[in-house]
């Protein structure tokens, strides 16, 4: 936009100041008057105006007043404010108000106040720019998760027909029929599958408004433990829920959390260990809960435990996805929870969380 | 036990898991026969058919959720609306390779659906819902 179609509304109710303000600045900009505050809404209300100027000093409303009417209608607009006096009082909270953009003395220097007009619309223009910016971005970020979606749908939909084939050979005792190949096609199904759950889970915590439902944690663990230690039958659980009142939280997440530390209880156990047992105590009060899962495995090196929430972190001897617990600190952000962890790799690692409850 | 004659419907767009899921099926025993449809339509149209000549209505349908043209829950609104002589002997369980928070809700708000399962289908679980 060159600065001659820049559009300045000018308010004041002495006509000679409207006449010498045209005069001057008619060539560098697309200049707007009005009398009184009502004929200055008038044009704003049919055109757009980046640059409004008003005087304090009008019979029916002050500068002040107007501004502030018309800050929320059109909160985009720079506002700057002509005074004859000193009325500080005034300026002062319009200003903190953040209701006017600058103000000029009268009588005005050309200079000044072509200065102010250019600053105002300068930053007109990056405040603009701003907004623009962020609805692209939320845009492109929609879009985004949007796809990640929908990729990990189609790739699923297919990866699950191969689990299904591999399924309908064990069921037909065919599985050891060509040496390991079956079972090799078989981890690496399972391997690509859990990766695409996890991206799903994570796209779906990212994605979705948290979403209150009753929890009760006794029957969502018991749930949760015969899911994930159905090909594992040597590990001992042992649950205590001690819940008296009700617990109001996000179902989804809430299960995308324990999931993935039950899991992990159970996937880093020690094979050489004879009992390996995971205890896991939840209590629920008005306020919050509170849950620890404790197991007896390998544990977690010192050096590694300011790093198992980050994306993609994996310990070199046991290959993980490096997405649970990434997964697992996003979803308790989303939801106000804390997680902590201790961990030696001679007595195995206790997870602590505790989930504020909305009821 | 009682031993109703058992037959199953099948709607999928994906052949291939038709393929599959009826050769599960198949070798579980528990059932009498497989009907296999692979869209809404195909099923709706078959249903139809069966209003004067009553022999081959399902016991139990299985639906996919994502289908082209007419997905599951379509299909359900469709569904709602046969003659009771058709429904009221059958129940539906819904499949889908990614369970969405949304999808389950919706299934389980459905009189008509028992169960929403996640693909691949286990023997385990056709045993509970037809055993």
Redesign the interface.
């Known amino acids: 936009m060159s600065s001659s179609n820049i559009r300045v509304l000018y308010i004041d109710d002495e006509e000679n100041n409207l006449t010498s303000f045209k005069a001057t600045f008619r060539r560098q900009y697309e200049i707007y008057t009005a009398n009184s505050a009502s004929e200055g809404l008038k044009i704003i209300q049919s055109i757009d105006i980046p640059i409004i100027i008003a005087d304090q000093k009008m019979p029916n409303i002050t500068g002040v007043e107007f501004f502030k009417s018309i800050s929320k209608t059109y909160p985009d607009a720079m506002r700057i404010l002509l005074t004859g006096y000193t009325d500080i009082d005034a300026l002062a909270d319009a200003i903190n108000h953040g209701d006017i953009y600058r103000y000029i003395q009268k009588p005005w220097s050309d200079l000044e106040l072509h200065n102010a007009i250019k600053n105002a619309y300068d930053a007109y223009c990056g405040k603009i720019d701003l907004r623009n910016k962020v609805t692209e971005l939320e845009k492109t970020n929609d879009e985004l998760n949007r796809f990640i979606y929908s990729i990990?749908?189609e790739l699923?939909?297919?990866l699950?027909?191969v689990?299904?084939?591999v399924?309908?050979v064990k069921?037909?005792n065919m599985y050891n029929s060509s040496g390991e190949y079956w079972s090799l096609i078989e981890s690496c199904s399972n391997k690509l599958d859990y990766y695409i759950q996890k991206t799903?889970e994570y796209y779906?915590n990212n994605k979705?408004t948290e979403?209150l439902t009753e929890i009760d944690f006794k029957n969502l663990i018991d749930q949760l433990v015969s899911v994930h230690a159905y090909t594992d039958i040597d590990t001992n659980f042992s649950v205590n829920v001690n819940q008296k009142v009700v617990f109001k939280g996000d179902?989804?997440r809430i299960e995308v959390i324990l999931g993935n530390l039950i899991s992990n209880a159970i996937k880093y156990q020690r094979i050489d260990e004879p009992s390996k047992k995971v205890v896991i105590n939840v209590n629920v009060d008005e306020k919050l809960v509170d849950i620890s899962i404790n197991d007896n495995g390998i544990g977690i090196l010192n050096e590694h435990l300011e790093k198992i929430f980050v994306q993609f972190f994996k310990s070199k001897v046991h290959h993980g996805s490096g997405l649970g617990l990434f997964i697992v600190k996003e979803a308790l952000n989303k939801i106000n929870g804390h997680i902590s962890v201790s961990s030696d790799t001679d007595s195995g690692t206790t997870f602590t969380i505790t989930i504020p409850n909305a009821n | 036990m009682q031993t109703r004659f058992k037959r199953v419907m099948l709607i999928d767009d994906?052949e291939?898991?038709l393929k599959?899921?009826s050769?599960?099926i198949s070798?579980t025993k528990l059932v009498d026969e497989i009907i296999i449809c692979s869209s809404g339509d195909e099923a709706l149209n078959f249903l139809n058919n069966q209003l004067e000549n009553k022999k081959l209505i399902p016991t139990f349908i299985l639906l996919d959720i994502?289908m082209p043209e007419m997905d599951g829950f379509e299909f359900l609104m469709h569904y709602k609306k046969l003659s009771k002589s058709i429904t009221d002997n059958c129940t539906i369980a819904m499949l889908s390779?990614?369970l969405?928070?949304g999808d389950i809700k919706k299934a389980e708000a459905n009189p008509h659906v028992i169960k929403l399962l996640k693909?691949?289908?286990?023997?385990n679980e056709l045993l509970a819902l037809l055993g």
């Open positions: 990990s749908h699923r939909a297919p699950v027909s689990i299904g084939i399924n309908l069921l037909e799903l779906k979705s979403e179902y989804f | 994906n291939i898991d599959i899921n050769k599960l070798l994502q390779s990614t969405d928070f693909k691949p289908l286990t023997t």
